[in-house]
């Protein structure tokens, strides 16, 4: 029987209606694939610059965030740090719920039918909102009975509890940021998304400080200051965001008037389908990097710091293919949108090579000046030692987590989802970590063993998600998921 998935591809023509315009990067008939294939890449990295750059001042945030803590004491720089851990997990579920919007957007856009695009963002809002309250629940409440579970000194877990019940607050602004950035990204405007970024960065370091450390007659709220500075930035990046999509003039041919005050439940469903499968998958490699961090943990100071060095500057570089991965998602969901089957093909290659020569890059900087990059951390002698042994690891690392990001990112543009979760669930725990446990702590090789076990994993997820782009991408799926013309 023919294999069915929610990308059902039910059109085997190369070509289907819909293609009204030539999209960014569009090709011309005789023009040399070399040509083809560079008009593609910059047409992927025009779109990925302006995501990159979003995507490295969350990261900005989080060191702004460490130094305010860090200059009120180890106590409060501790709770900052746990309490972050904890919300990274809602911040990640919130932003792959909405990982859902873009591939939609495009695809109606490249159909022809962007003025259905609010009627998409009207049910992704009100989906937005509700997981937006959920999170807010469960981190605020749910978050101090896992802080208590941890065992943690009581002055701290004090601290945690504070700065998880302020934070939590940002909770439903931040999902319907990410639904409005969806739109927006969607469409194929993606600098609002760096902008806004800048714009909060530029916001929390002066609010920090003001809520964290007293001033102009406000208490010092520490820890709970911190968490509050964000939730309020969140708030305000959200009500902008939400401004600028609504009025400014760069969003042409969408009908809000038409669809105002419309709620489609079949659409909602089929975002929510799409979206947590999305969720999912990300959970999975954020559980598996949790998982050997923890398992690390055990063997000391200086290789947890060694590990949390080589995983900082590996993070830092991630965001180059994250950023490209949601770009091609993009580019791909537009060619599904104007029925191009070479062109969806063709984008999420374009996206998967791109991000893999963005990670060779960092893998040469990682084999070649590990000593220079782990000393912006640190200076001490054991630390150093283990974190240049793990950089060679993470060099390695670097081109499977490329590969493995831009697969999906090109997977998520064909609305393929259920598949890329188990796909990862498998590598990722059924793997990676049952491997670098069984080198790392049953073993010898200690926490070089555990990152051993995340390339095999990052390795296997590699595979198997190109394996699934590569035959799915041989087909055009059905645009099941855009709503009926008139709706």
């Given at each position: 029987?023919?294999?069915?998935?929610?990308?059902?591809?039910?059109?085997?023509?190369?070509?289907?209606?819909?293609?009204?315009?030539?999209?960014?990067?569009?090709?011309?008939?005789?023009?040399?694939?070399?040509?083809?294939?560079?008009?593609?890449?910059?047409?992927?990295?025009?779109?990925?610059?302006?995501?990159?750059?979003?995507?490295?001042?969350?990261?900005?945030?989080?060191?702004?965030?460490?130094?305010?803590?860090?200059h009120l004491g180890a106590r409060v720089l501790?709770?900052?740090?746990?309490?972050?851990?904890?919300?990274?997990?809602?911040?990640?579920?919130?932003?792959?719920?909405?990982?859902?919007?873009?591939?939609?957007?495009?695809?109606?856009?490249?159909?022809?039918?962007?003025?259905?695009?609010?009627?998409?963002?009207?049910?992704?809002?009100?989906?937005?909102?509700?997981?937006?309250?959920?999170?807010?629940?469960?981190?605020?409440?749910?978050?101090?009975?896992?802080?208590?579970?941890?065992?943690?000194?009581?002055?701290?877990?004090?601290?945690?509890?504070?700065?998880?019940?302020?934070?939590?607050?940002?909770?439903?602004?931040?999902?319907?940021?990410?639904?409005?950035?969806?739109?927006?990204?969607?469409?194929?405007?993606?600098?609002?998304?760096?902008?806004?970024?800048?714009?909060?960065?530029?916001?929390?370091?002066?609010?920090?400080?003001?809520?964290?450390?007293?001033?102009?007659?406000?208490?010092?709220?520490?820890?709970?200051?911190?968490?509050?500075?964000?939730?309020?930035?969140?708030?305000?990046?959200?009500?902008?965001?939400?401004?600028?999509?609504?009025?400014?003039?760069?969003?042409?041919?969408?009908?809000?008037?038409?669809?105002?005050?419309?709620?489609?439940?079949?659409?909602?469903?089929?975002?929510?389908?799409?979206?947590?499968?999305?969720?999912?998958?990300?959970?999975?490699?954020?559980?598996?990097?949790?998982?050997?961090?923890?398992?690390?943990?055990?063997?000391?100071?200086?290789?947890?710091?060694?590990?949390?060095?080589?995983?900082?500057?590996?993070?830092?570089?991630?965001?180059?293919?994250?950023?490209?991965?949601?770009?091609?998602?993009?580019?791909?969901?537009?060619?599904?949108?104007?029925?191009?089957?070479?062109?969806?093909?063709?984008?999420?290659?374009?996206?998967?090579?791109?991000?893999?020569?963005?990670q060779c890059g960092s893998a040469l900087l990682?084999?070649?000046?590990?000593?220079?990059?782990?000393?912006?951390?640190?200076?001490?002698?054991?630390?150093?030692?283990?974190?240049?042994?793990?950089?060679?690891?993470?060099?390695?690392?670097?081109?499977?987590?490329?590969?493995?990001?831009?697969?999906?990112?090109?997977?998520?543009?064909?609305?393929?989802?259920?598949?890329?979760?188990?796909?990862?669930?498998?590598?990722?725990?059924?793997?990676?970590?049952?491997?670098?446990?069984?080198?790392?702590?049953?073993?010898?090789?200690?926490?070089?063993?555990?990152?051993?076990?995340?390339?095999?994993?990052?390795?296997?997820?590699?595979?198997?998600?190109?394996?699934?782009?590569?035959?799915?991408?041989?087909?055009?799926?059905?645009?099941?998921?855009?709503?009926?013309?008139?709706?």
């Amino acid at each position: 029987m023919r294999e069915r998935t929610e990308a059902d591809a039910t059109h085997a023509a190369p070509r289907l209606p819909g293609a009204h315009r030539p999209a960014y990067g569009a090709t011309v008939p005789g023009m040399p694939r070399l040509a083809i294939a560079a008009r593609e890449m910059r047409a992927t990295i025009r779109l990925a610059g302006p995501l990159i750059g979003g995507q490295l001042c969350l990261i900005a945030a989080n060191v702004v965030d460490l130094v305010l803590a860090g200059h009120l004491g180890a106590r409060v720089l501790g709770a900052v740090a746990v309490g972050a851990s904890i919300w990274s997990f809602a911040l990640i579920a919130l932003s792959g719920l909405m990982m859902a919007v873009p591939p939609t957007i495009a695809e109606l856009d490249g159909a022809g039918r962007r003025h259905e695009a609010p009627l998409v963002f009207r049910q992704a809002f009100v989906l937005a909102v509700a997981a937006g309250l959920l999170a807010w629940l469960a981190v605020g409440w749910g978050g101090p009975l896992l802080v208590a579970a941890l065992g943690l000194a009581p002055e701290l877990a004090r601290n945690v509890d504070a700065f998880l019940h302020a934070i939590s607050f940002g909770a439903p602004p931040l999902a319907v940021f990410f639904a409005a950035r969806g739109l927006s990204e969607g469409l194929g405007v993606t600098w609002p998304t760096m902008a806004f970024a800048l714009a909060g960065l530029a916001l929390l370091a002066p609010l920090g400080y003001v809520l964290m450390y007293g001033a102009f007659g406000l208490p010092a709220l520490g820890a709970r200051g911190s968490g509050l500075a964000n939730a309020l930035v969140v708030w305000a990046m959200a009500a902008g965001y939400l401004a600028f999509v609504r009025f400014a003039p760069f969003y042409p041919g969408l009908s809000w008037r038409r669809t105002r005050r419309r709620f489609h439940p079949a659409l909602m469903m089929m975002l929510l389908r799409l979206g947590l499968p999305m969720a999912g998958s990300v959970l999975m490699e954020v559980s598996m990097f949790s998982a050997a961090g923890l398992m690390i943990g055990g063997l000391g100071d200086a290789a947890v710091a060694s590990h949390q060095v080589a995983l900082n500057l590996a993070s830092v570089s991630f965001m180059v293919p994250l950023g490209i991965a949601l770009a091609t998602t993009v580019r791909v969901g537009n060619a599904v949108g104007r029925g191009d089957a070479a062109a969806m093909r063709r984008a999420g290659l374009a996206g998967i090579g791109l991000a893999v020569l963005a990670q060779c890059g960092s893998a040469l900087l990682m084999l070649g000046i590990p000593h220079l990059l782990a000393a912006i951390y640190t200076n001490d002698p054991a630390v150093l030692a283990g974190a240049v042994a793990l950089l060679h690891l993470a060099a390695i690392f670097q081109i499977f987590d490329g590969m493995q990001v831009s697969a999906n990112g090109a997977l998520r543009g064909l609305k393929d989802t259920r598949a890329p979760l188990m796909a990862t669930a498998v590598a990722y725990w059924g793997i990676g970590i049952p491997l670098g446990w069984w080198l790392g702590l049953h073993g010898t090789l200690g926490a070089r063993g555990v990152w051993m076990g995340l390339i095999a994993g990052l390795a296997a997820a590699a595979a198997l998600l190109l394996l699934r782009f590569d035959l799915l991408s041989r087909r055009l799926p059905a645009r099941y998921a855009a709503p009926a013309p008139g709706l």
